[in-house]
């Protein structure tokens, strides 16, 4: 084994370091997606270094939108579903400043294959963090009510999502 190659355990669900077993991420993520996410993990362990606390929000939502936290992958829930599909929802939205996402992005990295069968809950989700001021959802260019929406949709931040990383590409204060 190289350095670089991570020790599994037989049923492919933790890795061991050192001696000492960590659940592994969810195999079922894109690539692109799991890329993403652990960029944004990467960055918010750097934060935590300078922002301190504050910045801890944007590591554990990463570690769970990566299936590292909360109900196993392996074995979801209803409830950790939805809490998996909202933290990938802050995640995605921190990692990507001002732009925006699709529900889909949630659905596909929480679901793997069976994606578009948790597009309604992630659609449901994102209509939650809305009514919590969390995120926004538009259409069209117009922030809708989610409740009466069909059709595409996009999610971006709002006021009340904790904890936004720099936007000028720095990982500590001037």
């Known amino acids: ?14 890795i061991v370091v050192r001696g000492r077993r960590w659940r592994a991420t969810d195999p079922s993520i ?9 960029s944004a ?13 504050a910045a801890r929000v944007m590591v554990h939502d990463a570690k769970v939108a ?30 990507r400043g001002d732009g925006s996402i699709c529900p ?7 679901g793997g294959e069976r994606w578009r069968e948790l597009m309604e809950t992630a659609r449901g989700v994102a209509v939650d963090l809305s009514v919590d001021g969390v995120v926004a959802i538009v259409q069209r260019g117009e922030i809708v009510s989610g409740t009466d929406v069909r ?4 999610i971006v931040a709002a006021e009340a999502l904790d904890f936004r990383p720099p936007t000028d590409g720095r990982t500590a204060p001037d």
């Open 1 to 14: 084994m190289t350095s670089n190659e991570v020790e599994h355990t037989e049923d492919g669900r933790y």
């Open 41 to 53: 993990l990467m960055t918010g362990r750097r934060l935590v270094k300078t922002e301190g606390d």
């Open 151 to 154: 059709g595409p949709v996009r």
């Open 104 to 110: 889909s992005d949630a659905a596909r990295t929480v």
């Open 66 to 95: 990566l299936g590292e936290r909360g109900d196993p992958w392996w074995e979801p829930t209803e409830e950790g579903t939805r809490q998996r599909l909202a933290a990938t929802i802050r995640t995605l939205l921190r990692s």
């Open 30 to 38: 894109p690539d692109t997606l799991r890329t993403e996410l652990v």
